[in-house]
């Protein structure tokens, strides 16, 4: 029994790639993430896809919800899909944390390092990979969508690859893309990787 499993990265906002969001603010969608969005559900549409899960965070929940409306799936809310709790860093313009040692360990050794008063990419990793496998036991007509963010993404695909977290930032998970496992009971296989919008 196996599952093809779709983890598309939420669609830009606002504050993309210059704020530390994680599980702070609200920020929706810009408009070049409903874009990348409406690609994602365009893509998607051909894949049966028949369940589809979001993390809490409002930006997965609107990239979800515009996935949801073209394969016909009402998005289901899963906290395992969640962004990492980065802790005191949450909000933080990202420059402004070059120089902290903290910050320097966090890029360099993920499978150890923890943010400060948050959480450990391992157990991070370790809950998004536990859903991933129940949902790789289930039986399923089609394909599922699961939205969620960068970081949970790259560790997923390190986890299953065989990678050191340490190593999960030599590949990209770009806003609005695509990255496609097949899991089941013997484990999971990489079938693409961060495929998006030429």
């Not at 929940?61 to 899909?81: F, K, M, N, Y």
């Not at 802790?87 to 944390?97: C, Q």
């Not at 008063?117 to 394909?143: C, I, K, P, Y």
Request: proline content about 3%.
């Amino acid at each position: 029994m196996t599952t093809i499993i779709h983890l598309v990265r939420h669609g830009a906002h606002a504050d993309a790639g210059r704020v530390l969001t994680g599980r702070g603010g609200d920020d929706g969608l810009a408009s070049i993430g409903r874009a990348q969005a409406a690609w994602a559900a365009e893509r998607l549409g051909s894949q049966k896809v028949v369940h589809v899960e979001s993390s809490p965070q409002r930006r997965t929940r609107e990239t979800a919800g515009v996935i949801a409306a073209v394969c016909g799936a009402e998005p289901e809310i899963v906290e395992a899909l969640d962004e990492l709790d980065f802790g005191e860093w949450t909000g933080r313009v990202i420059a402004d944390l070059d120089g902290d040692p903290d910050w320097t360990r966090w890029n360099s050794a993920r499978s150890q390092a923890r943010v400060p008063g948050g959480e450990r990419m391992t157990d991070a990793v370790s809950r998004a990979v536990a859903h991933l496998n129940a949902l790789g036991r289930q039986s399923w007509s089609g394909s599922v969508v699961c939205v969620s963010h960068a970081d949970i993404i790259r560790g997923v695909v390190a986890h299953y690859l065989g990678l050191s977290l340490d190593r999960m930032l030599l590949f990209d998970v770009d806003p609005g893309s695509i990255t496609s496992l097949v899991v089941g009971e013997w484990g999971g296989r990489l079938l693409s990787l961060n495929v998006q919008a030429a």
